[in-house]
């Protein structure tokens, strides 16, 4: 499974312009793209998904090419077979939790699981354990119990990829602990691998196999992370790097300085 | 009081202001849709149309129909000579009054439902693999819904008003085209006071019971 990214854009609002120039490769079980709040990684990631257009470029899932602009190529988001986890989920408010799970799969003129869907959706709310909720709405269950029914209903048209939009950013920070070893759990349940896109230095400590550094609307850098010593795709140890990185965002409530264990060096 | 003094008129009104507020609902919500979902250049100038029949004097709509759809009409004409239709003095002709001054309710009332509706959820769809006849109709019709039917039924309250466009299409045939606003005039220039009080009262009645009801759809929904 490789994912090739290489895609130009400016983005414009307000009178300032962005220009977001991103090119990257990587083929993990888990990848993050980590950056700031400004630096492009949600408009990378919408541009993978199919909801924004670069102005230029080539992407590339699991050999598939679903944009490229040399070739006039451009496949709509919902022929992507790219799963897309919202920040806040996007729960349909007005489909319960097994109406939400059923609707990629429904045919448009049912609202409730068709006969034919009904086993999967079924199997799929236990898995994660929401089968008790398939009749709460949206509003009714807590932000962990979401994002599962979030997970569940893009994993239930088998995505080759699922792309998350700052999974953990609308879980209070306790839960998020919890929710991050689910996800792992879930990636290695269903083989789908993931891009995570994040500016929380533990999801990236947690999760990341494989790194890039976003800043700007550039990749700073891309860094392996599958085990020491950790180098940078020009083979130049940074492992130091990597744990400034950590110590420099995660600070705990008194603000001193965290350092946290990478998902390898577990 | 004859009955059917009042029980005429009623059902005849029911009746065109139901079939009017099913095409300016209809019509509405394709217009309001397209409008809200694209940009194109006139965008302004197409709402502004749309919006039109709410300001104009009903007089002068009516005059606008029957100068279309009349009998020498270009609309007219074509409808008389291919099926042998005429919609002028007839219920028919009072449904496409009433549905054209109600249509700017729900014009209005679905591009403010249909603006309203966070796109983050039609990408949702889109990114589910579902195609934009079926986002449209399970995510954003839906989500748009309380406001588009809260202004249905202010078309309806509308519709069942209506006077001015309608005398001037339809006229004022007692049992065919005399709707419950024309039969009120009609009662009180022929000093039936009785009858005029009753058709007074049944109309308001229905029209506060339609205001109350769209107040109530038009309170937000799934807060939690």
Same mark, same amino acid.
């Given at each position: 499974m490789r994912i090739e990214v290489s895609i130009r854009k400016t983005l414009r609002s307000k009178g300032r312009e962005f220009h977001l120039e991103v090119e990257f490769t990587c083929q993990d079980d888990v990848s993050v793209v980590f950056g700031a709040s400004g630096s492009g990684k949600s408009a990378t990631l919408r541009a993978i998904a199919g909801l924004d257009r670069p102005d230029s470029g080539r992407i590339v899932v699991d050999g598939r090419v679903l944009f490229d602009s040399a070739r006039g190529i451009d496949v709509p988001a919902r022929m992507r077979s790219v799963g897309y986890v919202f920040q806040d989920y996007a729960l349909f408010p007005h489909l319960t939790v097994e109406e939400n799970v059923a609707l990629p799969v429904n045919p448009w003129w049912r609202r409730? @699981? =068709?006969?034919?869907?009904?086993?999967?959706?079924?199997?799929? *709310? !236990?898995?994660?354990?929401?089968?008790?909720?398939? %009749?709460?709405?949206?509003?009714?269950?807590?932000?962990?119990q979401r994002q599962r029914v979030?997970?569940?209903?893009?994993?239930?048209?088998? @995505? =080759?990829?699922?792309?998350?939009?700052?999974?953990?950013?609308? *879980? !209070?920070?306790?839960?998020?602990?919890?929710?991050? %070893?689910?996800?792992?759990?879930t990636q290695w349940l269903f083989k789908v691998p993931m891009l995570v896109i994040t500016h929380d230095p533990q999801d990236v400590a947690a999760l990341a196999e494989n790194l890039v550094v976003l800043r700007k609307g550039r990749v700073e850098r891309?860094?392996?992370?599958?085990?020491?010593?950790?180098?940078?795709?020009?083979?130049?140890?940074?492992?130091?790097?990597?744990?400034?990185?950590?110590?420099?965002?995660?600070?705990?409530?008194?603000?001193?300085?965290?350092?946290?264990?990478?998902?390898a060096m577990r | 009081m004859a009955s059917t003094e009042v029980m005429v008129p009623l059902l005849l009104t029911l009746r065109v202001a139901g079939w009017a507020t099913v095409f300016a609902t209809a019509f509405g919500v394709l217009v309001a849709y397209a409008v809200a979902r694209s940009r194109f250049p006139g965008r302004d100038l197409l709402d502004a149309a749309m919006t039109l029949p709410m300001v104009m004097p009903p007089t002068v709509l009516g005059y606008y129909i029957l100068v279309l759809v009349g009998r020498r009409g270009p609309i007219g004409a074509w409808l008389d000579s291919t099926f042998g239709i005429t919609l002028i003095f007839t219920w028919q002709g009072a449904v496409i009054a009433s549905a054209i001054v109600a249509f700017p309710l729900v014009y209005k009332a679905a591009a403010t439902a249909f603006e309203g509706v966070d796109p983050q959820y039609e990408q949702a769809a889109r990114v589910l693999g579902k195609?934009?006849?079926?986002?449209?109709?399970?995510?954003?019709?839906?989500?748009?819904?309380?406001?588009?039917?809260?202004?249905?039924?202010?078309?309806?309250?509308?519709?069942?008003?209506?006077?001015?466009?309608?005398?001037?299409?339809a006229g004022s045939i007692p049992g065919k085209t005399q709707t419950l606003?024309?039969?009120?005039?009609?009662?009180?220039?022929?000093?039936?006071?009785?009858?005029?009080?009753?058709?007074?009262?049944?109309?308001?009645?229905?029209?506060?019971?339609?205001?109350?009801?769209?107040g109530k759809l038009l309170k937000p929904r799934y807060a939690g």
């Open positions: 409730r @699981p =068709a006969r034919e869907v009904a086993k999967r959706v079924q199997d799929l *709310l !236990d898995i994660f354990e929401i089968g008790s909720l398939a %009749q709460s709405y949206p509003w009714q269950i807590s932000g962990g979030g997970l569940a209903r893009t994993l239930i048209r088998k @995505p =080759a990829i699922l792309l998350l939009d700052e999974p953990f950013a609308a *879980l !209070d920070p306790l839960l998020r602990i919890r929710m991050r %070893q689910e996800l792992l759990n891309t860094v392996d992370l599958k085990g020491p010593p950790y180098r940078d795709e020009k083979g130049i140890p940074v492992r130091g790097v990597i744990r400034r990185l950590l110590m420099d965002t995660s600070v705990d409530s008194n603000g001193t300085p965290v350092s946290i264990p990478l998902r | 195609s934009e006849w079926a986002v449209f109709l399970r995510v954003t019709l839906p989500l748009a819904w309380p406001g588009i039917l809260a202004g249905a039924m202010l078309a309806f309250a509308r519709a069942m008003g209506e006077f001015g466009a309608t005398l001037m299409v606003s024309i039969a009120v005039y009609e009662a009180v220039q022929a000093g039936k006071d009785d009858v005029a009080n009753f058709l007074v009262i049944v109309t308001s009645v229905v029209c506060i019971t339609i205001l109350v009801a769209s």
